[in-house]
C-alpha cells in the first residue's frame, strides 16, 4: 500500500531495539483518513472471504480493527490485557511475549463474544515476531470458531512473524512489509 509505505518514510522512526515509533499517525495520534484507507485496503485483501467478527488486541489495534469492521459490516472484539470487573471468569485466555516491553502477558476474551460459528479476521498494528497473532490465532480456535486471515499494517519482515502465522495455516496479509531499517533508511520488500 503505497500511501502508508510513503507514510512510514516520511513520518516514522526507527527506535534502538527494532522499534518502528509511528505515533504521529497509528499508535498515538491517529489519521483517521488513512486509517480509512487502510480499512478499505483489508477489505479488498480479504474480498469474497466470509468474516462474522473482527478481533483484535487493545489497545492500538482497536482504532483500525473499527474502522476496518465499517467496511465489512460486522463488530469487533478486543482481547483484553488486563483483568477488570466488566469480564466474568467465563473467558478464553492466551499468553503472549510482548516484543515491545519484554514481558509476559495474558490475553482474554469473553465467551459471549466468539463462537463455534464465527468466522474471524486478526486485526493488528504490527508484525513481529508473530507472538501477538498466534495469541489470537488460539482465542479463536479456543472458541471453536475459524480464524479466516491476519491483517497487519506494518509487518517487520525481518522478524519470524511471518513463519509463526505460517506453521498455523492462517492466511496473512500485510500492508507495508518491511524489509530492513535503520536511523537512515527503511527498505520494504515489493510483493
Ligand atoms: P509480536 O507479537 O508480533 O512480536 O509483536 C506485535 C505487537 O507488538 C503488536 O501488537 C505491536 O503493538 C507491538 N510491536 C511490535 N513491534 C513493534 C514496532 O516496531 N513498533 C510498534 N509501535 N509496535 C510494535
Redesign the pocket.
Known amino acids: 500500500m503505497e500511501l502508508l509505505k510513503q507514510r512510514i518514510i516520511n513520518d516514522s522512526k526507527v527506535l534502538p531495539g527494532?522499534?518502528?515509533?509511528?505515533d504521529s499517525f497509528l499508535?498515538h495520534q491517529i489519521d483517521v483518513e488513512l486509517l480509512n484507507k487502510i480499512g478499505e485496503e483489508f477489505k479488498k485483501r480479504f474480498e469474497g472471504e466470509k468474516v462474522t467478527k473482527i478481533l483484535t488486541?487493545e489497545a492500538?489495534?482497536i482504532a483500525i480493527a473499527c474502522i476496518t469492521a465499517q467496511y465489512f459490516k460486522v463488530p469487533v472484539v478486543f482481547a483484553k490485557k488486563y483483568t477488570s470487573t466488566n469480564l466474568d471468569d467465563d473467558i478464553y485466555c492466551a499468553e503472549?511475549?510482548?516484543?515491545?516491553r519484554n514481558t509476559l502477558y495474558n490475553i482474554r476474551v469473553s465467551k459471549n463474544y466468539i463462537n463455534k460459528d464465527d468466522k474471524v479476521l486478526i486485526i493488528?498494528?504490527?508484525?513481529?515476531?508473530?507472538?501477538?497473532?498466534e495469541g489470537l490465532i488460539n482465542i479463536v480456535r479456543q472458541a471453536g470458531a475459524e480464524a479466516v486471515g491476519i491483517g497487519i499494517v506494518?509487518e517487520?519482515g525481518f522478524?519470524r512473524?511471518r513463519k509463526v502465522v505460517r506453521n498455523t495455516g492462517v492466511r496473512l496479509e500485510s500492508l507495508a512489509i518491511i524489509k530492513s531499517m535503520d536511523e537512515n533508511e527503511i527498505v520494504f520488500e515489493e510483493r
Open positions: 527494532n522499534i518502528l515509533k509511528v499508535n488486541v492500538s489495534g503472549v511475549y510482548s516484543f515491545t493488528d498494528d504490527f508484525l513481529a515476531n508473530g507472538m501477538a497473532a506494518v517487520k522478524q512473524g
